[in-house]
């Protein structure tokens, strides 16, 4: 019996540790987020791209389409955005973030861009973190 009972405490505390990691793991992407806005309000593209997977096989889809490749993405965003008028002021809400494996988080959210001379933006994203090399990066991002 005495064993049965380490076995459980011994579980419980494993379970405990995975789920404390989790929650620093959605506490650090949440950290991410707010200084890739950092960077956009700053005008400072390729500062906010530093958070994207440097790889061919990052997506980008947009109501566009799809963006294949970091370089392809920082140009479809410079494009987008030539200048600071253009990038305003950008804000993050999540609406929800969970793991969906222990080196994949899934985020869900709102975005809203201020803008002095031109139309304000919003809409939702979906954002897809994997841990690569030691670094959270986004794989895929779902803008609309």
């Known amino acids: 019996m005495k064993w049965l009972y380490l076995t459980l405490i011994l579980i419980g505390f494993s379970n405990f540790q995975v789920a404390t990691a989790q929650s620093k793991s959605i ?13 956009w309000n700053k005008a400072d593209i390729e500062a906010f791209m530093e958070y994207y997977w440097k790889s061919d096989e990052l997506q980008f889809i947009g109501t566009n389409g799809i963006t294949r490749g970091w370089k392809n993405t920082l140009e479809r965003y410079q494009k987008s955005y030539p200048n600071r008028e253009a990038m305003g002021q950008l804000r993050f809400e999540i609406l929800d973030a969970r793991h969906r494996s222990r080196k994949v988080i899934s985020m869900v959210g709102k975005f809203f861009l201020s803008r002095e001379k031109s139309e304000d933006l919003s809409g939702t994203f979906l954002l897809i973190w994997k841990k690569i090399k030691g670094k959270w990066v986004i794989v895929s991002d779902f803008t609309a």
């Open 27 to 39: 506490e650090k992407v949440r950290q991410i987020l707010q200084i890739q806005a950092e960077h």
